[in-house]
């Protein structure tokens, strides 16, 4: 059973930063990639990074050179760190993996982290 706990988010004035956390179980998480979600008030769920088991990432515009998705094998957790964060990233943030069971692939969230930027 594949599990995906966010930690970490919280309530940051414009400018700050914070790291959040996500640790995974039920899969072999050396070999899966592992990505971060947000979802604003009103909107649609939305890409922000990604990081593959070798570490190859890759980020949304609108957050790339503030925010760094990294991760540690060896404590099947994925982090975001983000730099310099707006108002506009206040959102509820999820973390993401998709796993091949049988013939399909599929989708796993975490159950999320608020993140508040307000000053």
């Known amino acids: 059973q594949v599990q995906l706990v966010e930690s970490g988010g919280g309530l940051v004035q414009p400018g700050g930063s914070l790291r959040l956390s996500c640790a995974a179980s039920?899969?072999?998480?050396?070999?899966?990639?592992m990505g971060w979600y947000r979802q604003a008030p009103g909107k649609q769920r939305e890409f922000i990074a990604a990081i593959t088991g070798g570490g190859r990432a890759n980020y949304a515009d609108s957050v790339k050179d503030r925010f760094t998705i990294s991760r540690d094998n060896a404590k099947n957790t994925v982090y975001l760190q983000m730099n310099s964060l707006k108002p506009e990233d206040t959102a509820v943030y999820y973390c993401?993996?998709?796993?091949?069971?049988?013939?399909?692939?599929?989708?796993?969230w975490g159950q999320g982290t608020q993140v508040t930027v307000s000053s």
């Open positions: 993401n993996t998709k796993k091949l069971e049988g013939r399909s692939v599929n989708n796993y």
């Open positions: 039920g899969i072999i998480f050396s070999f899966n990639a």
